[in-house]
């Protein structure tokens, strides 16, 4: 049987992401968890935070496929999924692969476009699978989607209704840094690009992550206090 540290595998990570953005040990932990149980992240934050290069940092330390979609108000639907392309050396269409075929993918400011195409990210990310020229194309595993949204600044924007918003397995909101994390920022000039991340954490070791994930006992009263606070916070809002 292979053995495998999970700790091990966090600490690496987080030592890695570190080169990049600081203070954030939480949130990375958050999107690694996430990842493992095959979900969907949504990062909040004003502008500045780091919110991009947080999610570069995190999936350039991993060893699986990554691509940014920037959402813009003229994306089309196509631009994420794919689309059919005419190849006039072969006289037939071909399928053009959109950016939505791969392990993690930035959806950054997931509220610059309209519901038309954030309809196409989420129904992708519900169903595993894209249709391109009627035909369905099965998205790689894992597959992640982190989404990125800036809640200022909301004049044009389509921030995502609250349906939606439930097929993101977290909710991450940063807020600012405290005095001594702005001013490490302040201090090195390194930090805010990612050039200097490696991948120390292969795709083997992420898969055997997922497929351990099963095996976690839960006991019965932590689920019942989870959902005992779900419960709670919804209840008002429904008797009201
Ligand atoms: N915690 C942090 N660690 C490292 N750098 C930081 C941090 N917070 C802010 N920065 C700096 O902020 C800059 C902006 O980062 P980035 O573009 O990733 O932010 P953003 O949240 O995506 O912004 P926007 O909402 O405008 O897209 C980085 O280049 C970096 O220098
Ligand atoms: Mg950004």
């Known amino acids: 049987m292979n053995s495998i540290n999970p700790r091990q595998i966090m600490d690496k990570l987080l030592k890695e992401v570190s080169k990049s953005v600081i203070g954030y040990e939480h949130e990375v932990k958050l999107l690694f968890a996430c990842l493992i149980a095959s979900g969907h992240a949504l990062i909040e934050g004003y502008p500045g935070l780091a919110k991009t290069t947080l999610v570069k940092a995190f999936a350039k330390a991993l060893g699986l496929s990554f691509s940014r979609i920037q959402f813009t108000p003229d994306l089309l639907p196509s631009d994420i999924t794919g689309s059919l392309i005419f190849n006039p050396k072969i006289g037939d269409f071909e399928v053009r692969f959109g950016p939505i075929f791969a392990n993690i993918v930035l959806a950054d400011e997931v509220n610059r476009a309209p519901p038309k195409v954030q309809s196409a ?16 194309y099965e998205l790689p595993k894992p597959f992640m989607i982190i989404a990125t949204q800036n809640p200022i600044e909301l004049e044009g924007t389509y921030p995502l209704p609250e349906a939606q918003l439930d097929r993101f397995m977290i909710r991450i909101r940063l807020g600012y840094p405290s005095e001594d994390i702005e001013l490490k920022i302040a201090e090195n000039i390194d930090l805010g690009n990612v050039n200097s991340i490696n991948t120390v954490v292969s795709k083997e070791e992420v898969d055997l992550l997922r497929s351990l994930m099963h095996s976690v006992y839960v006991d019965q009263s932590i689920t019942r206090y989870i959902v005992n606070l779900i419960r709670l916070r919804g209840m008002p809002a429904m008797l009201s």
């Open 121 to 136: 990210l989420l129904e992708a990310m519900q169903e595993g699978q894209v249709t391109i020229g009627g035909k369905s």
